[in-house]
């Protein structure tokens, strides 16, 4: 399984969306969304949910807790 930076670089490469286009739509810099990619830094909750909104995936699938990317509603 991915770590959660693995899985954040994968999916926003999957979606061909740079790192300003997921950051704006998250409501952070692009350098704050680069520490998250990196490693460097994890986001708060309120960020989890707004990057597993963002794109459209379970924040357990987001955290690497499962390789199923369906939200459970």
Sequence with gaps: MENFSE?????RAD???R????????GITSR???YYENGTK???LSKIV????CF???IDYLVGRTDNPKINR
Excluded at 7 to 11: A, N
Excluded at 19 to 26: C, L, M, R, T, V
Excluded at 50 to 53: E, T
Aim: proline share 3%; no cysteine.
């Design 50 to 53: 707004a990057l597993a909104d």
């Design 15 to 17: 979606s061909g969306k």
């Design 42 to 44: 994890e986001p708060t």
């Design 7 to 11: 899985r954040l670089k994968t999916m």
């Design 32 to 34: 704050a969304y680069q």
């Design 19 to 26: 790192q300003k286009d997921i950051a704006d739509a998250i």
């Design 56 to 58: 459209d995936v379970s």
